[in-house]
């Protein structure tokens, strides 16, 4: 029987570019605060769900769960993703880019939405570019309604990502 340590994800360190670019060691490249950006899709559209950040915890505990886990910079603490509001994101596939400094997650979302504002995905507004600028740049709404009310789901609690 393997004991929990054995189990636990371990990252390598990182000694040239031939090995952390074109090798099969998992030697990723935290920042200077200790995190590592994480994009995140929908495993079936590949709609673009959600941005956020690991730090080495919340990395090797997706590893470990396949569930996403993720480091809140505004709480400074572990989030895991759907234990207040239920929306859990299962983790089908993950990966990492060629530097290994940005990992991809490509999850099933229970309950069909992402952002804590009620949207399906946080990326629910588009920025005008190019001919389609207006004087003021008003931002448009990409999605007409919202999957769940955060009122009900998170009540009366502070804004997870405070200003």
């Not at 929908?42 to 709609?47: L, Q, S, W």
């Not at 998170?154 to 804004?159: I, K, L, R």
Request: contains cysteine; hydrophobic residues 30%; negative net charge.
């Amino acid at each position: 029987m393997e004991s929990k340590e054995e189990k636990t994800p371990k990252f390598s360190q990182r000694t040239s570019v031939v090995q952390v670019e074109e090798g099969m060691e998992l030697a990723p490249k935290f920042d200077a605060t200790g995190l590592i950006p994480c994009v995140t899709t929908d495993f079936h559209t590949g709609e673009l769900l959600m941005h956020a950040y690991m730090n080495e915890e919340a990395l090797r505990e997706t590893m470990e769960s396949g569930q996403a886990v993720y480091w809140s910079r505004s709480r400074k603490q572990l989030w895991r993703k759907g234990a207040t509001s239920g929306l859990v994101q299962s983790v089908r596939e993950m990966r990492i880019d060629d530097d290994q400094d940005c990992v991809w997650l490509r999850v099933e979302v229970a309950g069909g939405a992402s952002c804590h504002v009620g949207y399906r995905s946080c990326f629910y507004r588009r920025v005008p570019v190019g001919e389609k600028r207006s004087i003021g740049d008003q931002l448009e709404f990409t999605e007409d309604e919202k999957v769940f009310d955060p009122q009900q789901v998170y009540g009366d609690a502070p804004n997870p990502t405070q200003l």
